[in-house]
């Protein structure tokens, strides 16, 4: 059974820093795009960052560009968000995402056109 797991979220203050992880269980992560996504409340969820199975330059939204790195441990089939200087607006459900290749990292992510779904992580910025 394939299956996504995100565990990190949680409260931090403004300007603080979270790491997000997420596990992946029956399939392997080297040969797929993964990708962190967002959903605020009252929003629509959106692609955060994304990278290709040849970890080539990310993709990241510009809300979140600078502040956050996607990296990917293959040994451990796990990948993670690194995030810095939060800010409330940062405050969301975050979800992971991993799917064969189909199109550019950009497009995938933008149209959040990934296969295998996490069940989210709450992150709440706030003092």
């Known amino acids: 059974q394939l299956q996504l797991v995100e565990s990190g979220g949680g409260l931090v203050q403004p300007g603080g820093s979270l790491r997000l992880s997420c596990a992946a269980s029956g399939f392997t992560l080297d040969s797929y795009v993964i990708g962190w996504f967002r959903q605020a409340p009252g929003k629509e969820r959106e692609g955060v960052s994304c990278?290709?199975?040849?970890?080539?330059?990310?993709y990241y939204a510009d809300s979140v560009k600078g502040r956050s790195t996607i990296s990917r441990d293959n040994a451990k089939n796990m990948f993670y968000l690194q995030m810095n200087s939060l800010k409330p607006e940062d405050t969301a459900v975050y979800y992971c995402a991993a799917s064969p290749r189909i199109s550019t990292v950009q497009t995938m992510c933008v149209r959040q056109s990934l296969q295998y779904w996490g069940q989210g992580t709450q992150v709440t910025v706030s003092s």
């Open positions: 990278m290709s199975p040849s970890n080539g330059r990310p």
